[in-house]
């Protein structure tokens, strides 16, 4: 892995590690947290579903488990932060970690959803907004405050937004939000939160730190540092973003047929609908070839192979959702004072030679 920070434990998988594999193993996946890894008694664990609802609920995991049906589903995890080195090559940003694109994942998981348990507890018409809150502590909030955030009552209601236990078959890992986490397939990473405890029914978003404060695109010249509850625009769906995994920055190649492998991930409600590779910086481009996807929640691996003759080459990828809309060109038009969701064309340079 590639360790950002060890306290809290940051890091993302090599490039390399992530091509070609649909679904990423649960000890390559990237791992983003903003406090301690809580380690929390399974048996004593409880969660406890309140605020407007007709009947709150407090429940062991087996009772959980018990009581909803199980579903499994593959949907992608992508940190708001995915990419932002690119944008530091543009302008620092000072305190954040220079995330690649490898601070995005693919899992099945498997649970039940959240829907049905906000239905078995009476969800009330005028819920707006389902907040989450977990028990580890951030510092990053000035004051500390332990992680949370909210989706709106719209997305915790689709059928896809689970409560869940299991990463690829096998038990949650502690690291990836043991016992119970929520998955919010289509929404940024920072919404599928971990080592839950806590799911309450509320007429506003969390005003959580990481709902209200963190996870917003400020304007470019704010200081982030002053940033008040509610400044900015907050993230909620992932945007269209694609990056190439191998050959990787820097590359030395043999001169001909190489082959050109990356991801594709449009998030929420749309879907990847064509992969463009250029040779010349944009001005030309080939139609890459899209892997099926493991369902409408997870990444799309794409591939093509290029004849690239001796000397340097600039490959370029971008791709196209099904509302036909595509990627920004340039980082510098995106850049935000806390490098989140950048989502301009992915390039690596390579050389080749004999
Ligand atoms: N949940 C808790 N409790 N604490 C956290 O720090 N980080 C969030 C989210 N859930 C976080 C959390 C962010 S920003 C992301 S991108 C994802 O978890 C990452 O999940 P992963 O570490 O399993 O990849």
Redesign the pocket.
Known sequence: MVVHTVRPYNAEPPLSALAGEAITPADT???????SIPDLDPAAWRLTVDGLVDRPLTLSLDELRASFPERTLVAT?Q?AGNRRAGFITVRDIPGEDPWGPG?T?TASWTGVSLADVLAAAGLRPEAAHVAFA?P?VSELSGPAEP?GGSITVAKATAREVLLAWAMNGRPLPR???APLRAVVPGWI??R????LQRVTAQTEPSCNYFQAVAYRILPPEADPDRAKPGDGISLASVALNCAILRPGDGDRLHPGPVEITGYAYAGDDRAVARMDVSLDEGRTWLQAGLDPPDGPWAWQHWRITVDLPEGEAAITARAWDTTGATQPEYAGHLWNPKGYANNSWDRVAVSCRP
Not at 29 to 35: D, I, L, M, V
Not at 192 to 195: L, M, T, Y
Request: net charge positive; proline share 0%.
């Open positions: 996946f990237y791992s983003r947290n903003h406090g995890l940190c601070a994942s977990a580890d992680y690291a990836h939000g990473g920072a599928s939160v971990k080592w």
